[in-house]
């Protein structure tokens, strides 16, 4: 039962250029969206978010878009450099109980020097 | 920075034996959440935790699984009679009650069970 799906297990993309990341999802319920980055070894690392009622969120080099009716967000890293290489998750809540987190399966993204 | 923390960082068992996995989270936050991560698999949600008290359980969470706060700042996990399966990378997360989603993570715990 994939509800968060991230289809590209990795990416590489040159220092100084645009990663896109992107991640798709099927519960309609889902009212707010969080990017996490996770080195080995470390916990997941909070990055950026988007609430159901935005578009758009920015926030220096990262900004997450969401396209609702696709059911659809990317994250775009602007520009990369090689300290972003890491597994990047796509999480989703329904903004309701708990607000209990839906990760997808995460991609793996290097940045090549 | 306040972060999540968590220990200890590698615990090695044999099967059917008691473990207990430790956190702390951040001081002022008042929900708290315990996740998997099985090699290769994606995080999954164990459960939550507010006011001394499960708020919401995963199917993984079983009568096997158990959550604490025994005082004021430890958050823990027990597994009773682990299995082979509960091998995983274990983190906790926390989260301030109003106004937000975001959750933060601790480091996590490497769970291997021989």
């Known amino acids: 039962d994939q509800q968060v799906k991230q289809n590209s297990p990795s990416l590489s993309v040159q220092e100084g250029r645009i990663s896109i990341l992107n991640c798709d999802y099927t519960?309609?319920?889902?009212?707010?969206f969080l990017w996490y980055k996770k080195y080995p070894a470390e916990g997941p690392t909070f990055l950026i978010s988007?609430?159901?009622?935005?578009d758009k969120n920015e926030d220096g080099r990262f900004t997450v878009f969401l396209n609702k009716s696709a059911k659809h967000l990317s994250l775009h890293i602007v520009p990369s450099q090689p300290g972003d290489s890491a597994v990047y998750f796509c999480?989703?809540?329904?903004?309701?109980?708990?607000?209990?987190?839906?990760f997808g399966k995460g991609t793996k993204l290097s940045v090549i020097p | 920075e306040p972060e999540v923390t968590q220990t200890p960082s590698h615990q090695v068992t044999q099967m059917g034996q008691e473990v207990i996995l430790r956190c702390v989270p951040i001081?002022?936050?008042?929900?708290f959440y315990w996740y998997r991560q099985i090699l290769g698999q994606k995080v999954e949600f164990l459960v939550s935790?507010?006011?001394?008290?499960?708020?919401?359980k995963s199917e993984i969470f079983d009568d096997q699984f158990s959550v604490e706060r025994p005082d004021g700042s430890n958050f823990t996990l027990k597994i009773r009679s682990t299995k082979l399966e509960d091998s995983a990378m274990y983190f906790c997360?926390?989260?301030?009650?109003?106004?937000?989603?975001?959750?933060?993570f601790g480091p996590g715990t490497r769970l291997t069970v021989l």
């Open positions: 997360a926390s989260r301030r009650e109003v106004g937000t989603d975001t959750q933060y």
């Open positions: 519960n309609s319920m889902f009212d707010y």
């Open positions: 988007i609430s159901s009622i935005k």
């Open positions: 999480a989703a809540s329904n903004g309701a109980g708990s607000y209990q987190l839906t």
């Open positions: 001081s002022n936050h008042l929900y």
């Open positions: 935790f507010y006011n001394n008290e499960i708020s919401e």
